[in-house]
Nanobody, 116 residues
């Protein structure tokens, strides 16, 4: 089992920045990929960014060039730097992890609110 705890969500003005953090505990050695997803009210759950143990990253088109995912593999921490925030980025952001055996885990989420 893997437990994920997010932090860093806040209320910010449009154009501002935030840094989200996620700490993984439990069977951390089983984690292959970590990432962030978000739930925008009224829209489908969206995978925002992911990073593998080897450092390969992927981003949703909606956040490319604005968001940056990074990880500290030794500490099993993953971060999401959110820049140039827009009101449309308002969502609950979830930390996610996938094990080598394709089990998926989610945190409880952290609220990001962007005011116009």
């Amino acid at each position: 089992q893997v437990q994920l705890v997010e932090s860093g969500g806040d209320l910010v003005q449009a154009g501002g920045s935030l840094r989200l953090s996620c700490a993984a505990s439990g069977s951390r050695s089983t984690i292959n990929t970590m990432g962030w997803s978000r739930q925008i009210p009224g829209k489908q759950h969206e995978l925002v960014a992911s990073i593998t143990g080897g450092g390969s990253t992927n981003y949703a088109d909606s956040v490319k060039s604005r968001f940056t995912i990074s990880a500290d593999n030794a500490k099993k921490m993953v971060y999401l730097q959110l820049n140039s925030l827009k009101p449309d980025d308002t969502a609950v952001y979830y930390c996610a992890a996938e094990s080598f055996t394709r089990n998926r885990y989610w945190g409880q989420g952290t609220q990001v609110t962007v005011s116009s």
